[in-house]
């Protein structure tokens, strides 16, 4: 489908922004001067009120270029062919890195002020809005490099981060989409139709599917490991230029979380391995055999959930009405104002997220096409969308924005809301196993599949830190070893999934997918919180969580709402639950 022919209900209408793109020129060219004024600050940040002018000035600044972002990028992620999005795109991150290396003296002056005069911002009622930011300054002080060296990387910004940027060229516009053969039609191989046509029930479709797609990523392996590779030695080049000891504490430290979370993590994920080598096994009972083809083919057949898109959309609504009427009330009103774009069409980039501009509102980004997957898929980014809509009504701009650690724990914990409400509701015994199947599902995907990719990322740093060539063999071959580990005997790994780390979009926000894996850990408890605790607890949630933004560390925040992920509880808890599904699954 072009994207001229999307029915307008089902896309999004930027005017929430932006009222059309001649005001977007206007604040363009009102923003590009005003930047200037940053400089009139160099040299002068030894005065506290000199700080706090610069510190107004940066948020309008910065408010104004997240507009300008935003509306430009959202208008070419839905037709990645259309040059004159794409050219707004452009213009839009060359301003970004503009504002960026204006502001490039900022932290390198405040960082020599004294810990004497940066506390006593810090603790000043008139700086209150930024208090969470200078204690991140003083506590970030090793690692800030000098006025000019800071100046030098913001400039570069705009080349070493365009290894996604490339990427997505590659994966959402260049790579064709194949026609296949399918139950007597033929079906255009897109993002989309691959991951609907790996649950279809011929095992042969599912397999023609499966290596159509890959032969994709193959003939642009090359191309892919380079960027990929390259990727990689800008995020360790960058991290010991700044004194850290590897890429995957300059991350850590970027989220203000301890790194004991990430080792935790991955110990309770490998002690927990054993289970999943369990619920692998018993897939390849159930199917006869079992490829890598097969792990995403429904166990129970002739249950799927999905169904159009107003029915998925009010399912969810039913599954989070334990969050409250304003919840939901809220909801219904961002799918009235169009700020939800629904349907796949040509050149749209894949899968889905959340975005939107400070005061602006939320916007989701949907490729629906019917499954149940789909209908999940809606509940997370909602979710995404909601913790962005309440931590940017209780806080200011400097605070509002929270942390990628803790970014996707409120999108799961809507995801698991929804399994429990359709568990609950049903009365069908066959749609009951299908559930649990799910479910079961939703922890190899989230918890176990996001740790194996968080220790391949983690591996491939380390191998470019070591002065080992990221070649194709060698990434393959890691990816293979690892795969392996996780998935067991019970499943044959066919070679086609050696190939699957050049797929995977997250790899290029380094020690991103670890998140996944934390946000469905931390999402158990507090849905199960939510559920059994009545109002206090969902009380907590709002107040501790979802209205917390960045006010203070991720991992503070978490622990707040009861959930500290650098001790084993969490984890024990989360894989209790896959052990408990799994027994009741199999029981059936």
């Avoid at 380390?462 to 990434?475: F, I, M």
């Avoid at 086609?496 to 894996?517: C, D, M, N, T």
Wanted: hydrophobic fraction near 40%; proline fraction near 3%; aromatic fraction near 12%.
């Amino acid at each position: 489908m072009k994207r001229s022919e999307a029915r307008l209900e089902y896309t999004w209408d930027l005017s929430h922004i932006f009222a059309d793109k001649l005001e977007w020129e206007k604040t363009f060219s009102q923003t590009n001067m005003r930047i200037s004024e940053i400089s009139k600050f160099r040299g002068k940040l030894a005065n506290p009120e000199q700080v706090l002018r610069l510190l107004r000035l940066a948020d309008e600044l910065g408010i104004a270029v997240e507009k300008i972002v935003v509306y430009a990028t959202m208008s070419m992620h839905v037709d990645g062919s259309n040059a004159s999005a794409v050219a707004l795109a452009q213009r839009a991150n060359t301003l970004s890195a503009s504002f960026a290396a204006a502001m490039s003296f900022v932290e390198p002056e405040l960082t020599r002020l004294s810990d004497d005069q940066l506390e006593f911002m810090t603790e000043h009622q008139s700086f209150a809005d930024y208090s969470y930011t200078l204690r991140r300054i003083r506590k970030n002080k090793p690692h800030v490099l000098s006025e000019g060296e800071e100046y030098i990387l913001a400039r570069l910004g705009e080349v070493t981060g365009s290894f996604r940027d490339i990427f997505e060229k590659i994966d959402s516009v260049d790579l064709p989409h194949p026609p296949l053969k399918v139950d007597g039609e033929r079906i255009p191989l897109t993002h989309g139709t691959y991951a609907r046509l790996l649950q279809h029930p011929d095992r042969e479709v599912r397999k023609k599917a499966f290596k159509a797609y890959y032969s994709l990523y193959e003939e642009r392996i090359n191309t892919l490991a380079a960027c990929y590779a390259n990727c990689v030695k800008k995020n360790n080049i960058t991290s010991a230029l700044r004194g850290y000891d590897d890429a995957m504490s300059a991350s850590i430290a970027a989220d203000d979380v301890p790194e004991k979370v990430y080792g935790k993590l991955i110990e309770q994920v490998n002690a927990a391995l054993p289970s999943l080598h369990e619920y692998v096994d018993y897939r390849r009972l159930v199917l006869g055999e079992l490829h890598m083809y097969d792990m995403y083919v429904p166990l129970v057949q002739g249950a799927e959930l999905g169904t159009d898109y107003e029915t998925a959309f009010r399912i969810v609504l039913d599954a989070l009405a334990p969050l409250g009427k304003e919840y939901t009330d809220l909801l219904v009103k961002m799918k009235k104002e169009r700020r939800i774009d629904v349907m796949e069409n040509e050149g749209k980039r894949g899968g889905a997220y959340s975005w939107g501009a400070y005061g602006t509102g939320p916007y989701v980004l949907l490729n629906y096409s019917g499954t149940t997957h789909d209908i999940f898929t809606i509940a997370h980014e909602l979710g995404h969308a909601m913790h962005s809509h309440y931590s940017d009504e209780a806080l200011c701009y400097d605070k509002a924005g929270y942390s990628i650690f803790v970014a996707e724990v409120a999108s799961t914990t809507n995801e698991v809301l929804l399994l429990k409400h359709l568990l609950a509701t049903t009365k069908d015994t066959k749609v009951r196993k299908y559930l649990l199947s799910y479910y079961l599902d939703m922890f190899r995907t989230t918890l176990f599949r996001q740790s194996m990719f968080a220790e391949f990322e983690l591996g491939a740093h380390k191998a470019d830190r070591r002065g080992e060539a990221l070649t194709v063999e060698s990434l393959s071959k890691a990816y293979l070893k690892l795969n392996k580990k996780y998935y067991g005997t019970g499943v044959t790994h066919d070679k086609q999934i050696r190939l699957e780390w050049a797929r995977i979009p997250h790899f290029y926000s380094a020690f991103y997918v670890y998140k996944y894996a934390t946000g469905l850990t931390a999402a158990v408890s507090l849905a199960n919180s939510i559920l059994t605790g009545g109002e206090l607890a969902v009380k907590r949630y709002f107040d501790k969580f979802l209205r917390a933004g960045g006010h203070k560390s991720p991992y503070e925040i978490l622990k707040d709402a009861g959930v500290d992920l650098c001790d084993s509880r969490p984890y024990e808890i989360a894989m209790l639950e896959f052990r408990n599904t799994l027994g009741e699954f199999t029981s059936l």
